[in-house]
């Protein structure tokens, strides 16, 4: 299931995309504010997972291992006011360069041992970076 319209739920897997500089890559995608995971919406035939690398190289243009699963976590949604998310989160290694392709506008990598001044999905900013900064103290 994606949208569950009568609960108001999206259902998405994400990356946390991390590299040995204390940087982590999130997107924004056209037409929208918020910096956030790669990853999106599951489609009904697909695993978290299957689901995971699809968006990775549809949106990033690289392949992917997929290193950890974190579980699922729910918060607000950026971009639908008034739905909630729930997130399958996956912490993965990407192989190959990334570059922002299809749906995604802006591609950064974020250092998270300075401050973050960019606009932030909740997941990224109330539940990632939290966990990510913990982790490097």
Known sequence: MTIDLNQKIIYVAAAIITDPYHRMLVVRKKNTHFFMQVGGKI???????????????????????????????????????????????????IFGTPYPSAEIAEMLWLDLTQTISVPLAPLTRDFVIPMLQQKIK
């Open 43 to 93: 489609e009904p035939s697909e695993s978290s997972k299957i689901a995971l690398q699809r968006e990775i190289k549809e949106e990033i243009q690289v392949s992917s291992h997929i290193r950890q699963d974190l579980g699922i976590i729910k918060t607000s949604a950026a971009n639908e006011p008034g739905f909630a998310l729930k997130a399958h989160l996956f912490e993965v290694d």
